[in-house]
T-cell receptor, first 114, second 112 residues
């Protein structure tokens, strides 16, 4: 099983460039989310979605856009990259009413903004 | 605002001993508390979920307690092994699996 797949694994951008981090899951999960992880800050929620066509902001949404046109995909767009967006980004998904509450994570995308 | 605290200093223990990690939270009344393991360069992996009406939960060598009065969860690994070395993250939440807020994690090092 593929689980949660993120691409690219590594990316270097220049300030002001835009890019999209891709996330796909094959578990038919309703819930998908994006986190960023910085040293000493832990995982912080950027955006999340509870189903196709529904998205909402998390703790640190500024500078990022998301859309959810299908159940499987949840891309994260950086509109104009800034050095403060240098981080490791994780996509995660789960069932909305899952008994275990398990959140499945991708392997991460490491982004450096110069 | 809600705050989740885990010991940011690494915990070093000898193989075979019991490791105990702490998760404290404030300004929050979660219904669930989850623990995840994260290895370097990898995404977090779910270990256990405990509900507010459960005092203790076990899974193989793992044991989690949840004290809603103290606003604290303890995570124990008994008979620890070098393979248990990783960072452990706690995540209290209102909804199981959704909109999780994570603590900063505690790094565990088990020495042979």
């Amino acid at each position: 099983n593929a689980g949660v797949t993120q691409t690219p694994k590594f990316q270097v951008l220049k300030t002001g460039q835009s890019m999209t981090l891709q996330c796909a899951q094959d578990m038919n999960h309703e819930y998908m989310s994006w986190y960023r992880q910085d040293p000493g800050m832990g995982l912080r929620l950027i955006h999340y979605s509870v189903g196709a066509g529904i998205t909402d902001q998390g703790e640190v949404p500024n500078g990022y856009n998301v859309s959810r046109s299908t159940t499987e995909d949840f891309p994260l767009r950086l509109l104009s990259a800034a050095p403060s967006q240098t981080s490791v980004y994780f996509c995660a998904s789960s069932y909305l009413q899952g008994a275990s509450g398990e959140l499945f994570f991708g392997e991460g995308s490491r982004l450096t903004v110069l | 605002s809600q705050k989740i605290e885990q010991n940011s200093e690494a915990l070093n223990i000898q193989e075979g001993k019991t490791a105990t990690l702490t998760c404290n939270y404030t300004n929050y009344s979660p219904a669930y508390l989850q623990w995840y393991r994260q290895d370097p360069g990898r995404g977090p992996v779910f270990l256990l979920l405990i509900r507010e009406n459960e005092k203790e939960k076990r899974k193989e060598r793992l044991k989690v307690t949840f004290d809603t009065t103290l606003k604290q969860s303890l995570f124990h690994i008994t008979a620890s092994q070098p393979a248990d070395s990783a960072t452990y993250l706690c995540a209290p939440s209102k909804n199981a699996g959704n909109m999780l807020t994570f603590g900063g994690g505690t790094r565990l090092m088990v020495k042979p």
